[in-house]
């Protein structure tokens, strides 16, 4: 996404993103804990290019995308717990 922000190609870089790749990286956020200083900051970049990324459906989601939703959190206590028990 920091590379998608700053008007690069990340598939230049060896990732394969597509529609289907945003997709992807949404549904990985939604369901796993993140580190909020990273993602708050590239998401901090695209609110300021906001104009340009709101027409873009495929990844405006990210303009008000909430981190670390209560279903993100329980996901990351599981697999702790998960570690712990085993």
Do not use: C, T
Not at 37 to 66: M, P, T, Y
């Amino acid at each position: 996404m920091n590379i998608v922000v700053n008007d690069g190609d990340p598939n230049k870089f060896g990732f394969v993103v597509n529609e289907g790749g945003y997709k992807e990286m949404k549904d990985f956020l939604e369901n796993n804990y993140v580190n909020i200083g990273f993602w708050r900051e590239i998401q901090q970049e695209f609110q300021n290019q906001q104009e340009k990324w709101v027409r873009k459906s495929e990844i405006s989601w990210i303009l008000d995308f909430k981190f670390n939703r209560p279903k993100a959190i329980l996901h990351k206590l599981k697999s702790v717990a998960s570690r712990l028990i085993h």
